[in-house]
């Protein structure tokens, strides 16, 4: 692969970093001193205004490749984009590139009806309202997303659904109005992967209660959040199936190979941020005499961290390379590649320069511990580094 960037991937890298550098850096300690302000699950002003700018610059739902919605990018040229977006992590949403709705979009754009776009992936482009992705569930291990045991039962002209999800990304959100909940309309069916189907549920449908958020250590990540939802006989029309009973997996596997990259892509972002604080602290925190920096491990540590991030950029560069020339499908190898080493990457990163901060890295004023919280997520977000691990044995055997 050529890895020079195009011109047109150039220009757009330089107005996303310039959108950052005026707008959101200086912005960060307003956007924590909104969530701390009143109801910690209402939308920050500072996003809203954001978005506006962001949308009136052309800056706007950059993520969708191959669709007339988006910005035309493919994967490969979205990737340092995402990467900018990434170092901050509420900036994704002012572009309208924030995760579960970039999943969600293409989801609808590319497997909703006309009827379906109309009313929610028109209004999910615009930034007017939030989405949530319910798949995983408490009493089973959702890592084999055949295990499932939600069920979506058809009943004349509608569907009834029963079911307890959790780490619902988004549920939270007062804003979030859809669900796209995965379930299962033919528990019977010899082909397991046959059994699944995904369909659309409005929050405000009756039987659906949000029980609660769920931390991540200790972080409920306000306004956007992680819900425990229960779905108690509720109905909705037959019309919100999506592509059809029995194709949940073959969605999923649509959705999922985007999704990961785009995660992979802005911890790269988190982890150069990481990076600069750690040589910005290193170089001007003075013991014993001397600047840290000039001490024991850690001109090692800043060079290994190098190492292991351009290491990571490479490899998801490749793996959205393939994703454009040769389709997710045969691209899975590489992704699940990739989702494996960019959390790890992170985390590593991320916990050196934890440790370079001292005891204020531990702390909430760095925003170091809330970014390692995230990172260390990710290594079971959208399936564990086992998961992955296993499957790209399998191809590699199979090779």
């Known amino acids: 692969m050529n890895f020079e960037y195009s011109e047109k991937t150039q220009e757009l890298i330089a107005r996303v970093s310039a959108f950052m550098d005026e707008h959101i850096y200086p912005n960060e300690q307003r956007f924590i001193d909104e969530v701390n302000t009143g109801d910690r699950w209402e939308h920050t002003a ?13 800056l706007w739902n950059l993520f969708l490749p191959e669709s007339e919605h988006g910005a ?24 309208n590139c924030n995760a579960p709705d970039t999943g969600n979009m293409e989801v609808l754009a590319r ?50 659904i029963n079911g307890r999800k959790w780490w619902s990304s988004g549920g939270n959100d007062p804003r979030c109005k859809i669900f796209i909940f995965m379930g299962k309309t033919d528990p019977e069916n010899e082909n397991r992967h046959r059994q699944q189907s995904m369909i659309l549920v409005p929050r405000d449908t009756p039987g659906v209660t949000v029980l609660r958020h769920l ?12 819900a425990e939802i229960l779905f108690e006989n509720v109905r909705v029309p037959a019309s919100n199936m999506l592509l059809g009973e029995g194709r949940g997996f073959e969605i999923a596997q649509g959705r999922l190979g985007p999704g990961r990259i785009h995660h992979c892509m802005r911890l790269i972002g ?9 040589c910005d602290r290193l170089k001007n925190r003075v013991a014993f005499g001397k600047p ?46 990739i989702k494996i080493a960019a959390p790890q990457m992170a985390c590593q990163v ?46 590699e055997l199979r090779g």
């Not at 909703?112 to 798949?135: D, H, N, V, Y």
């Not at 988190?270 to 750690?278: V, Y």
């Not at 950029?313 to 045969?330: Q, S």
């Open 270 to 278: 988190l982890a150069e941020r990481a990076l600069e604080k750690m």
């Open 111 to 160: 497997y909703g009806t006309e009827e379906q776009k109309k009313q929610w992936l028109e209004p999910l482009l615009e930034g007017e309202i939030r989405s949530c992705f319910a798949m995983t569930e408490p009493a089973v291990a959702s890592s084999d997303a055949t295990n499932i045991e939600s069920s979506i039962v058809r009943d004349g002209d509608e569907y009834v």
């Open 350 to 395: 991320i916990d050196w320069a934890i440790q370079a901060h001292g005891g204020g890295g531990v702390s909430d004023d760095f925003g170091l511990a809330y970014a390692y919280a995230m990172a260390r997520t990710l290594r079971l977000a959208d399936g564990p580094d086992e998961v992955h691990r296993n499957q790209v044995a399998k191809m």
């Open 46 to 58: 500072v996003v809203e205004e954001l978005k506006v700018k962001a949308k009136e610059l052309g």
């Open 72 to 95: 035309g990018l493919t994967n490969l040229e979205y990737a340092p984009l995402c990467e900018l977006m990434g170092r901050v992590l509420w900036a994704p949403e002012v572009f």
């Open 215 to 226: 931390p991540v250590f200790g972080y409920d990540d306000a306004p956007h959040g992680h």
């Open 292 to 337: 840290v920096a000039l001490q024991t491990v850690w001109a090692e540590r800043i060079a290994e961290a190098r190492i292991m991030i351009d290491q990571t950029r490479f490899l998801v560069l490749n793996a959205a390379w393939k994703m454009d020339t040769v389709g997710n499908k045969v691209a899975a190898k590489e992704i699940g590649m």
